[in-house]
């Protein structure tokens, strides 16, 4: 058998691919690099005048330093969550298969879906979060959580971990079912407890997935639009923003084309880097 034939057979699906990304990312550096109408229109070449820009935008470097703090807390608190979730989900107890329906749930509802019901639930005046919190004694009078960065982005963070948990436990629960079950009867031959066999059984044999589900977490957390947009818009006063919300305003509001160009070539950058850094230290750590 031929060792290259794998190669062949996936080379036109790899042509395929590099054609969808590569002709997108050229068009993008060529607006990043022109000045653009806000039509669209390239109206000249006018070299680093966008990168130039944005990074003198003191509102791109608040979002981008907000957008570090967004992805790290979201994809930190999902693995967090998600881990000890899936390992229960993974053992057998009564009624296991309508908890996994029930926490797959929110993943069958479209985010910007899911962001409309959590907005009108944080009103300030009439809503629901408000309600209960107040009925319970919890708090003395209505709270505006969107209205105040202090409570607002907090909140976004603990609804990007609530809708990125499904996904997650997905990916794990995939890597607990390819673990053995002999592993664990003899752990618990030898003696030893449940902490025991995760920290030397589950969490070792789990970690490749656990790095899967960084990246891809990563990646989509960086870029994710509609929790940040329908609850706040990036208010107040751009207090919530995150570079894909600050590249929505400069595109569509302010028409700022090559700028919002030029912000598009940094996030790709910064998210390539970070997947190569993170790749290379994965298989480092593994050799």
Do not use: C
């Not at 940040?228 to 751009?238: E, S």
């Amino acid at each position: 058998m031929n060792r290259n034939l794998p190669l062949y057979l996936i080379l036109p699906s790899l042509l395929l691919a590099l054609f969808v990304i590569s002709y997108p990312l050229y068009e993008l550096i060529n607006l990043s690099l022109s000045d653009v109408n806000r039509f669209g229109k390239v109206r000249g070449f006018i070299g680093l005048e966008n990168f130039t820009y944005i990074f003198e935008d003191q509102l791109f470097i608040d979002a981008a330093l907000r957008t570090v703090v967004w992805t790290v807390a979201v994809v930190g608190g999902t693995i967090l969550f998600s881990v000890p979730i899936a390992v229960i989900l993974n053992t057998e107890f009564y009624g296991r298969g309508i908890a996994r329906t029930i926490l797959m749930l929110p993943w069958a509802i479209s985010l910007p879906m899911t962001a409309i019901v959590w907005r009108w639930s944080l009103n300030g005046e009439f809503g629901m979060l408000n309600a209960t919190l107040m009925n319970v004694g919890l708090i003395d009078s209505p709270i505006v959580w969107l209205a105040q960065s202090a409570t607002a982005f907090p909140v976004q963070i603990g609804l990007g971990i609530l809708v990125s948990i499904p996904f997650t436990i997905t990916i794990f629960l995939g890597g607990l079912s390819s673990i053995p079950i002999d592993l664990y009867e003899a752990a618990k031959m030898d003696g030893a407890n449940l902490w025991q066999q995760f920290k030397r059984i589950t969490y070792p044999l789990l970690r490749p997935f656990i790095n899967m589900a960084i990246v891809l977490n990563v990646i989509y957390v960086f870029n994710s639009f509609p929790i940040i947009w329908v609850l706040t818009q990036g208010g107040p006063n751009n207090e919530t923003d995150i570079l894909v919300t600050y590249l929505y305003k400069q595109a569509f509001s302010f028409g700022h084309i090559g700028q919002a160009s030029a912000v598009s070539i940094v996030m790709f950058t910064v998210l390539l880097i970070f997947t190569i850094f993170y790749a290379r230290m994965v298989m480092k750590n593994e050799k």
